[in-house]
């Protein structure tokens, strides 16, 4: 008896380690998103706010940037503060700049470009993915002459009409 359940426990654990992300396949996926500069000594956070590595500078990578979504980002501390915003709906003015670095780009878990919000953004009508890219926060008006268009072919405004309105920079 004893002996069945020590297997359908070792059964049960190969599973888990299948569908569970080691932290190190995490931790190495946070980093690519950024140069080895930055990334390096960056402090890395899984998606659900745990942290991975404490780091030694500014930055902050995560392995995901919507839970599970794989598009693994870099920000500094106003980015963070942005996103933190999404998430609660909370307001979010800057008079500064932020920087976020999505060097593995976001293709197969894009967004809604008028809205972090969209209930189903993956059939938006303006769904839109990119390849390797910065994203910058500047000053709302800062953001005027812009393209408001994804598919301009250089960079455009995300999310514009809403407070977390921010730069995409396809840099491939
Ligand atoms: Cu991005």
């Given amino acids: 008896m004893k002996y069945k359940t020590l297997i359908l426990l070792s059964l049960f654990s190969v599973h888990l380690a299948v569908i569970a992300e080691s932290s190190d396949t995490k931790i190495e996926r946070a980093m690519a998103a950024a140069p080895q500069s930055i990334s390096q000594h960056a402090t890395i956070v899984d998606s659900n706010g745990e942290m991975l590595r404490k780091g030694k500078n500014d930055w902050i990578c995560m392995p995901d940037t919507m839970p599970g979504d794989k598009a693994p980002m870099c920000n500094d ?11 609660t709906k909370a307001d979010f ?13 976001d293709i197969g878990s894009g967004v809604s470009n008028a809205t972090p919000y969209h209930p189903d953004h993956k059939n938006a009508e303006d769904y839109t993915e990119t390849g390797p890219h910065l994203m910058i926060i ?35």
């Fill in 77 to 87: 501390a106003l980015w963070m503060k942005m996103m933190s915003a999404v998430a």
């Fill in 93 to 105: 003015t800057t008079t500064e700049i932020g920087i976020s670095y999505m060097l593995k780009g």
């Fill in 138 to 172: 500047v000053p709302k008006e800062m953001l005027k002459g812009i393209s408001r268009d994804p598919n301009s072919g250089g960079p455009y405004v995300m999310w514009g009409d809403t407070p977390y309105a921010h730069i995409m920079v396809p840099i491939k």
